[in-house]
């Protein structure tokens, strides 16, 4: 039933950890997921940076952003300026090329407290990587929910289970966040086939699964087979990302940059190097310059995608 196990790889980035997931150099994407991050858990001190993500670029993809502690300010040179908070969905298309930055509103960096949250983005399919950037924000009404005997399951993008999320997802795929009681029992959309997918995968936030006969631990991926219809038992309270999709091909990710041409990367490099993509209005002053990295097709051997600060 499992096609294999990918170990989150904890990477702190200055008082602030994340668990990089996707992609890994055996596994590049699951349907169209290309990259995945668990940030945190962490707790921050009153008056501590916290989340401090200067404007950087994108391309060719969809950032999809979601708490389940904390709060995160976002500001994109579309004029969108919006805080994200838990439950709630920040959609982001990148497309031709968007600007943005994250980071802890002030206020809230004086009181401190908790970040947690996962960090994904989504290749657009070929026929839509140059569409016009845009953001959408969603609150907790966007993304059908069920809760009862144990077993909370929300919606977080794309359909499942007979229902739909709000987030305009540009290509087949699901998002979906299980809260699962000790003992309870649930099952991830279906395989290949009719209302199927066929590439899934399961990410524990936290506490333990069981898959089959094989236990599972928070910060474990586990890509499942294409035709493998499991059951999933949470051996104690856990919290589980379920994901999937269609593929959309090859591509290639270089920093923040995702597309189907190498071409089309080198362009973005060279526009951003020279200024030639605004910064958000309300956030203007300081950016994330180009990185010193060889331009390659693939991500580093450990699988780890070279950044100057921040993985988003």
Do not use: C
């Amino acid at each position: 039933m499992i096609e294999m196990v990918i170990d989150a790889r904890r990477k702190d980035l200055g008082g602030f950890e994340v668990g990089r997931v996707l992609p890994f150099h055996t596994r590049r994407m699951v349907g169209p997921f290309i990259f995945l991050d668990q940030m945190g858990p962490a707790a921050f001190a009153p008056g501590s940076e916290a989340v401090n993500v200067r404007p950087h670029p994108h391309i060719g993809l969809s950032t999809l952003t979601y708490l389940f502690e904390g709060e995160i300010m976002h500001r994109d040179n579309t004029g969108a300026t919006q805080a994200i908070r838990p439950g709630e969905v920040n959609w982001m298309t990148a497309g031709k090329g968007i600007v943005h930055s994250e980071r802890t509103d002030p206020l809230k960096q004086s009181q401190g407290g908790p970040m947690h949250g996962m960090q994904a983005w989504i290749a657009l399919p070929t026929g839509s990587e140059e569409v016009d950037p845009s953001f959408h924000h969603h609150g907790e009404d966007g993304q059908p929910a069920y809760d009862n005997q144990g077993l909370f399951a929300r919606l977080v993008a794309g359909e499942a289970y007979g229902a739909r999320a709000a987030a305009p997802a540009s290509s087949p795929l699901f998002y979906v966040h299980w809260e699962l009681d000790e003992g309870v029992r649930t099952t991830p959309p279906p395989g290949r086939g009719p209302g199927g997918y066929s590439e899934r995968a399961l990410y524990v936030v936290r506490g333990e699964i069981q898959v089959g006969d094989r236990t599972f631990h928070e910060g474990q991926m586990i890509v499942l087979e294409t035709t493998a219809e499991p059951t999933v038992k949470a051996l104690r309270p856990s919290t589980v990302m379920v994901m999937g999709g269609e593929p959309v091909g090859p591509r290639v990710i270089w920093w923040n940059f995702v597309h189907s041409s190498q071409e089309r990367i080198d362009q973005a490099k060279a526009d951003w190097k020279a200024g030639r993509m605004a910064l958000p209005v309300e956030d203007d002053i300081e950016f994330i310059p180009l990185p010193d990295m060889p331009s390659t097709p693939e991500p580093a051997p450990s699988g780890v995608k070279p950044e100057p600060t921040h993985p988003v």
